[in-house]
């Protein structure tokens, strides 16, 4: 037998209103409720310029935005930017160099904020058997490096400050960590390495590590990158992420010991190598000239040495996404055209 629904003119005029009543009230209870925000990935590059990051995880910071991030190591930037471009995560910790000879390519990211700076990051390290005590030393030399991050444009700008043509070195192409081998082993004379790996190789070669003494003002920035699709629709999740770095900031200034400890912990380090880095770090969310003009001066540099195809540098305004940084901290934004 089927079953009859009473007609709607059948019903009594009152449960029409209670009805209606109980539906409102549902909506009401219904918006009153914390929206579950979906799972952020970030693939973080291995390195004390993260430590915002490693903060904000190890201290609950993320959650406290009502966030659930997730996070993967990587070595180094260009491997991160790698997981953004191959949809596996969604943000990535980027040096700048990176970024700029991806705007080459593509235009499928932005940047949402540095979070880092140093001026000390980066160093050129021979091996004593080299006999190389000064970059000027340098030409002719086989010098290991990883193509296409900031050890490569440090490494130029380094060389031309001293008068070296670039093209009168050898480059030995090697992943970050297989720097330490080829310059022990005797494959290269030098290397331009990063942190941790410029300590470890100190470290590990002692006396036989000579770390050159360096001229130029080159800061790195170590950058948040997204995929493009998150601007716009997911704007007030990474204000929240950026909400979470911007408390990390505080905390490392005002719990430096259980900053370093954090530090420690994650890149699997002893207490001498933070006491080495952690001088060189500045922690600080901006998206302003500084980051646009060193991009701008990569870029050119870039089409001169013939790193890239193009003859145009790219529009780089365009990947610098200012709406949650803005949202955040307004004054941390300063691009003014």
Known sequence: MPFDCPDHASRPEGFSRRLLRGLATASVLLMALPAVAQALS????????SLPIYVAEAEGLFREQGLEVRTTDCVGGQRC???????RTDL???GDVPVMLASFKRSDFVVIATMATTSEDLKLIASRASGVAAATQLGGRRIGLVVGTAGQYFLDTLLL????????VTLVPLQGDGLQAALESGQVDAVA?????????VRSMKQEAVVLPKAGNYTATMNLVAQRALAGPRDAELARLLTALQHAEQFILRHPDRARAILARRLDADDDFVRWVWPQQVFRLSLDQALLRTLESEARWAMREGHVAGRTAPGFL??????PLSMVNPAAVGISR
């Open 42 to 49: 970030i693939g973080v590059a291995r390195s004390p310029l």
């Open 81 to 87: 930017i790698g997981l953004v471009f191959d949809g």
């Open 92 to 94: 990535a910790t980027v």
């Open 161 to 168: 400050m001293h008068g070296v043509e670039p093209r009168a």
């Open 193 to 201: 390495a990063w942190e941790p790996f410029g300590y470890r190789i």
């Open 318 to 323: 365009a990947i610098l996404h200012r709406r």
